[in-house]
């Protein structure tokens, strides 16, 4: 596990630094802002007409694209399986001293943060009534799904750091993971891993960046 620092971002928000790897969780020109953006904007809300929708996320890292996905379902009311992998899980008193609940000033949900972190893992859960959420403790590498999820954050650390989880084998797995007309999104759109995503299928759209950086991807099976 590496030394974690947190660091706050341009919005206010906290990020964690792996000072292991120099990378932070989130961007650093907003956390709350690129998630919002990336994860919510271009993902869960593509979904208009879905009532019900399995997400599966790599890297649930500090919990925030989870969190926010709860909110924003909150409104919407769809029917969520939430499913967070994750292989080196932030200690949970780090995790109590982020400040997402209190900046998106929701009190009622602050025990949903708590529980994202606190639970079990390899268990399902019910955050609410139409919310079942799943944390697994593996390498991403070892994943098998098939056919299972309509939409995937994929939000590891980037190319330049874990090389490795931006190849063809991983992102295959991500395919092979996605139903028929399933999505994956993320902050990165460095032009080897758009390649690397057509030539696995997907037909890949460059979406305007969150604040701070130019462009996103989304990848459509």
Same mark, same amino acid.
């Given at each position: 596990?590496? /030394? $974690? ?15 292991? %790897? ?11 802002? @690129?998630?919002?953006?990336? %994860? ?6 593509? %979904?208009? +007409?879905?009532?019900q ?11 925030? +694209? ?14 969520i399986?939430?499913?967070?992998? /994750? ?17 998106? @000033? ?20 019910q $955050?609410s009534?139409?919310?079942?959420? /799943? !944390?697994?403790?593996?390498? %991403? ?25 931006w ?5 295959? !797995? ?19 891993? !758009? ?14 960046g ?7 991807t989304?990848?459509i099976?």
């Open positions: 596990m590496s /030394e $974690l620092e947190i660091k706050t971002t341009s919005d206010g928000s906290h990020t964690l630094l792996s000072t292991d %790897f120099g990378a932070t969780y989130h961007s650093i020109h907003g956390a709350i802002q @690129e998630s919002e953006h990336v %994860f919510i904007k271009a993902g869960y809300r593509h %979904f208009t +007409n879905k009532e929708l399995s997400i599966l996320e790599m890297g649930l890292g500090t919990g925030l +694209n989870a969190y926010l996905t709860f909110l924003e379902n909150k409104k919407v009311g769809k029917q399986t939430y499913t967070g992998i /994750e292989a080196f899980p932030i200690p949970l008193e780090q995790a109590a001293l982020l400040n997402y609940c209190e900046l998106l @000033e929701d009190v009622e949900s602050t025990d949903v943060f708590e529980r994202i972190h606190g639970c079990a893992f390899d268990a399902e859960i $955050l009534d139409n919310f079942t959420f /799943e !944390k697994r403790l593996m390498k %991403f590498e070892v994943l098998q799904d098939q056919l299972a999820y309509d939409l995937i954050y994929f939000d590891v650390f980037g190319p330049s750091t874990q090389p490795e989880l190849g063809e084998e991983l992102l295959g !797995k991500m395919y092979d993971a996605l139903l028929p007309g399933g999505v994956l999104v993320t902050y990165c759109a460095k032009g080897v891993v !758009k390649r690397t995503l057509k030539a696995l299928g997907f037909l890949v759209e460059g979406l305007p969150p604040p701070g950086k130019r462009e996103m989304r990848a099976k």
